[in-house]
Each structure stands twice: as structure tokens, then as C-alpha cells.
């Protein structure tokens, strides 16, 4: 089994936030896949699903981004997950918009889902899918650009960097990153 976790912030008018764009992808792949209806558990939303034959178990945290890690630290532990069955999808200021890198561990760098995570889980060692938002430009912006909504112009990439990691999740469900960002690089080029 693992466990992917959308990072984002559970109040209705945040849906839209740049920051939610984690609570976007898992739900995007858990319509795509037919997962089981979302219910209440572990302080947050879960649906569960299969991908390539791999168990998955979808977790939106409703605990506010900053206590993320309490919602899947009680997930984690209840399921009996190491580290590394752990994939957090979140937003990247530090990517381009519409870019996606995977990597395992690693720093928060500034990220406050990452770093209550990371504290919580006692390990860094867990899988990112890092969904690139852009940067405002100015370290004082970071803030108000995170938790403003996607901008009109913004659905020719996102809507098409959605789709495209949730067409590729088996190949991220199998344990190949390397060929998972490859498609989901070319298929979200290809609609752009």
C-alpha cells in the first residue's frame, strides 16, 4: 500500500489557491481512477483506490497546511508505512508554472506542509511530487502569491499538468519517477 497526501488548506474559498494545487492533483487522479467516495479519517479527507495493481490510499490533511504532518503521521502509523511509501504532492514556488519534478527526501524550503511532515513522520525520507507554481519575485510576495487563486490564465498549464499526472499516476503507483515525469512533461507540452 502507499499513501499519497495532497497538500493543501480544507475552507471551501481556499479550493483555488496556488497552494491547494496538491489537494488539486489528488483529486484529479482519484476521479480519473475510480477511487472509493472521500470520507473522514485520520484528521482529514481519504479515498482509496488501485493503480497498476498497487494499493493506493489518497489523504487530503483537513488540518490546515501547517499540521499536515498530523494527518499523515496518523494515517502512516495506523497503516504501518515506512517513510518511503509516502508521495507528497505540493506546490513548488522554486518551478517554473506547469513544471513537475519527483524526488525522494530532502529539505522543506520553507514549505510548511513539508516541514510539519517532516516532523511528525521523523524522517524527511518520503517522495515529492513537486507541482511548479512559479515565483512572484520577491520573498515578501511569497505569501499573498501562495494563498491567492490561479489566475484565468493560469488553466491553459494547470488543467493540462493535472490531467497529465493523473493519466502517468500508475507509472508513479509503480515506482518509476524517472518515466512518470517524462510523460507527464511531454502530455502537458503536447495540450499547452
Same mark, same amino acid.
Do not use: C
Given at each position: 500500500m ?5 497538500l ?18 489528488v ?9 472509493s ?10 479515498a482509496?483506490?488501485?493503480?497498476g495493481?498497487?494499493?493506493?490510499l ?14 499523515v503521521q496518523? !494515517?502512516? *502509523? ?9 508521495? /507528497?504532492?505540493? @506546490? &513548488?514556488?522554486? #518551478? ?6 519527483v ?9 510548511n ?7 511528525m ?10 507541482l ?18 490561479? !489566475?484565468? *490564465?493560469d488553466?491553459?498549464?494547470?488543467i493540462?499538468?493535472?490531467? /497529465?499526472?493523473? @493519466? &502517468?499516476a500508475? #507509472? ?11 510523460r ?8 499547452g
Amino acid at each position: 500500500m502507499k499513501l499519497w497526501v495532497g497538500l493543501g488548506n480544507p475552507e471551501p474559498a481556499m479550493a483555488r489557491q496556488r497552494h491547494n494545487i496538491g489537494f488539486m492533483a489528488v483529486d484529479t487522479i482519484a476521479i480519473r481512477h475510480g477511487f472509493s467516495p472521500w470520507r473522514q479519517r485520520f484528521r482529514g479527507l481519504i479515498a482509496e483506490g488501485s493503480l497498476g495493481g498497487e494499493k493506493i490510499l489518497a489523504l487530503k490533511p483537513q488540518t490546515y497546511m501547517n499540521d499536515s504532518g498530523d494527518s499523515v503521521q496518523a !494515517a502512516a *502509523a495506523f497503516f504501518k508505512l515506512p517513510a518511503e511509501a509516502i508521495t /507528497a504532492f505540493h @506546490d &513548488e514556488l522554486d #518551478l517554473a508554472p506547469g513544471k513537475l519534478r519527483v524526488k525522494r527526501g530532502g529539505g522543506a524550503a520553507g514549505h510548511n506542509g513539508l516541514r510539519s511532515m517532516d516532523r511528525m513522520l521523523g524522517s524527511p525520507d518520503y517522495w515529492r511530487v513537486r507541482l511548479g507554481i512559479g515565483h512572484p519575485g520577491a520573498k515578501e510576495r511569497v505569501l499573498g502569491y501562495v494563498l491567492g487563486d490561479f !489566475a484565468k *490564465a493560469d488553466r491553459d498549464w494547470l488543467i493540462p499538468l493535472l490531467d /497529465a499526472v493523473a @493519466d &502517468e499516476a500508475a #507509472l508513479l503507483a509503480a515506482g518509476r519517477a524517472e518515466d512518470f515525469m517524462t510523460r507527464v512533461a511531454l502530455l502537458s507540452r503536447e495540450a499547452g
